[in-house]
């Protein structure tokens, strides 16, 4: 069965929608973006989180040292790379920061997705490609393109209520879904709820 993520929560009341839902993975935005929040709203945002759900900081291009804060402060238990990191990069951040790494691919055609598997880390992120763009498109890619792999992925980009059974059927790791989760650009309780029950529903 696949996991599910809700990303992009950066509000009390986000937190609340997840805490009732319980997905597997939330996101916390620290890049930019209209979800981007700063460290300090990160502290208070994952004391209020369900330990049951594990926070996944998202960055493009950060610092390392800000993102080994993050862990060792225990505000995030994963790091998503959505930018430009290279291997050099992830293995220096795994060097000082002891948590799972998920590096993101802006799928443009399968053989990318292949040379992506060589990285040294632990989860692959397939998105949609965008021109001028780390993510957030709100719009789905070919799934056709994603090639038997060896190492697991997320799988994210346009994914919400009306084609998450789709998604489901590929097998992936983790569904991630942000805008699919929103109402009027903002998190949507029943969305949300709506979205877990129908993942949790394939056995």
Known sequence: MS??????VFMP????????ALPD??????????????AAQGHALRAWLDRRILAVGVFVDAVIADIAALCR????DMVQLHGNEDADYIERLKDKADVPVIKAVR??????????????CDYLLLDTYAKNSMGGS???????????LYKPYFIAGGIDVANIN???????????ISSGAETNGLKD???????????????
């Not at 996991?3 to 992009?8: A, R």
């Not at 799928?107 to 040294?120: K, P």
């Not at 709100?138 to 038997?148: A, K, N, T, Y």
Request: charge should be positive.
């Open 138 to 148: 709100g719009r789905s890619f070919d799934w056709s393109l994603i090639p038997p």
């Open 166 to 176: 789709k998604a489901v059927e590929l097998k992936p790791y983790c569904i991630d």
């Open 3 to 8: 996991k599910i993520k809700i990303c992009g």
């Open 107 to 120: 799928v443009q055609n399968t053989a990318q997705i292949e040379e992506a598997q060589q990285f040294a």
């Open 25 to 38: 993975y939330t996101g916390f935005v620290f890049a930019p973006s209209r979800r981007q929040i700063s």
């Open 13 to 20: 009341e986000d937190i609340d929608a997840v805490n009732e």
């Open 189 to 203: 309780y029943k969305k949300i709820a709506e979205l877990v029950r129908k993942v949790r529903s394939v056995k």
């Open 73 to 76: 402060e225990g505000v995030i």
